[in-house]
């Protein structure tokens, strides 16, 4: 994601939240779809996979706000990003 000269994501904190639904989703989505399609085959896949995918992106979702900024906050600690 590009940065403004403060450091700061360009976008602000309406399209951190939209990256955020985003990532959660097709993350979430793409995840449960390969887990649920190695572990139960085609037999009953839509059913397992739809609650999968339920849990899965009530996981990812607040993971994906929380860790970024975990992450930023670690890296201007360490001085990784200088």
């Known amino acids: 994601m590009e940065q403004e ?3 700061k994501p360009r976008g602000g904190r309406k ?16 995840m449960s779809s390969v887990m649920t399609a190695v572990n139960v085959g085609a037999s009953a896949f839509p059913e397992i996979w ?3 995918w339920m849990l899965g992106f009530a ?4 993971l994906s706000i929380v860790v ?3 992450l930023r906050w670690t ?8």
């Open 50 to 52: 739809l609650k999968s």
């Open 5 to 7: 000269g403060n450091g």
């Open 59 to 62: 996981v990812a979702l607040p």
């Open 68 to 70: 970024p900024r975990f």
């Open 15 to 30: 399209m951190f939240i939209f990256m955020s639904l985003g990532m959660a989703f097709f993350m979430s989505l793409g």
């Open 75 to 82: 890296a201007s600690k360490t001085r990784i990003d200088k």
